[in-house]
């Protein structure tokens, strides 16, 4: 009923920079909290950056001041803007999405299928 995808992960020196996309699309009657966790190997899942409809964002410690995070409502899209890169941000990169489908009563949790982000000189 709604996919979600990713995009623009890859391989960056530290330092660098990154821009995630994530697009959700399907069956939407709203779209309410927007998130981005991340999973490194032999660690748990985390939040990275979150968003709400309101556009109130909330951010992991270790990325404030870094990395930012955005919303088109118009395109269902959230975006994950990632600076001075370090080898610790290292991770599979996940898109979540808190949505209401039509017809439908409640939201449900939605997750993209990951996205890899490599630091590394």
């Known amino acids: 009923q709604v996919q979600l995808v990713e995009s623009g992960g890859g391989l960056v020196q530290p330092g660098g920079s990154l821009r995630l996309s994530c697009a959700a699309s399907?069956?939407?009657?709203?779209?309410?909290?927007m998130g981005w966790y991340r999973q490194a190997p032999g660690k748990q899942r985390e939040l990275v950056a979150g968003?709400?409809?309101?556009?109130?964002?909330n951010y992991a410690d270790s990325v404030k001041g870094r990395f930012t995070i955005s919303r088109d409502n118009a395109k269902n899209t959230v975006y994950l803007q990632m600076n001075n890169l370090k080898p610790e941000d290292t991770a599979v990169y996940y898109c979540?999405?808190?949505?209401?489908?039509?017809?439908?009563?409640?939201?449900?949790?939605?997750w993209g299928q990951g996205t890899q982000v490599t630091v590394s000189s």
């Open positions: 979540n999405a808190h949505v209401q489908v039509r017809g439908a009563v409640g939201a449900s949790s939605y």
């Open positions: 399907g069956s939407i009657f709203s779209l309410n909290f």
């Open positions: 968003i709400t409809s309101g556009s109130t964002t």
